[in-house]
Nanobody, 125 residues
């Protein structure tokens, strides 16, 4: 499976951005999809995850109420709607996918995802 993120950029605090992740290839391995973010010298942090067959969504506490993960199956695209952004949200954002052995529980743990995009930078000032 190939994952290509887009939509990053620079925005002022309080603003909004929508990230996109285009999915192609073997989509059987993308039952769980998630967004992670990483800043220099820090571990990759889980932001939001979704079970693409429906019924499970999870968010990091730091983004609950501000970020929304969503999918468009017709377009094979994953989205992350981000609002009320703060400088602490500045990071490289990555899209990830894994089959999780068919489980619906899509953990926000980076080492459990095998497939990654190249990332898109978000800068909030």
């Amino acid at each position: 499976v190939q994952l290509v993120e887009s939509g990053g950029g620079s925005v002022q605090a309080g603003g909004s951005l929508r990230l996109s992740c285009a999915v192609s290839g073997d989509t059987d391995v993308s039952l769980c999809m998630a967004w992670f973010r990483q800043t220099p010298n820090k571990e990759r942090e889980g932001v939001a995850a979704i079970y693409t067959e429906g019924g499970f969504i999870d968010y990091a506490d730091s983004v609950k109420g501000r970020f929304t993960i969503a999918q468009d199956n017709a377009k094979n695209t994953l989205y992350l709607e981000m609002s009320d952004l703060t400088p602490e949200d500045s990071a490289m954002y990555y899209c990830a996918a894994d089959s999780f052995g068919g489980s619906w529980y899509c953990a926000l743990k980076a080492d459990e995802y095998q497939h990654w995009g190249q990332g898109t930078q978000v800068t909030v000032s």
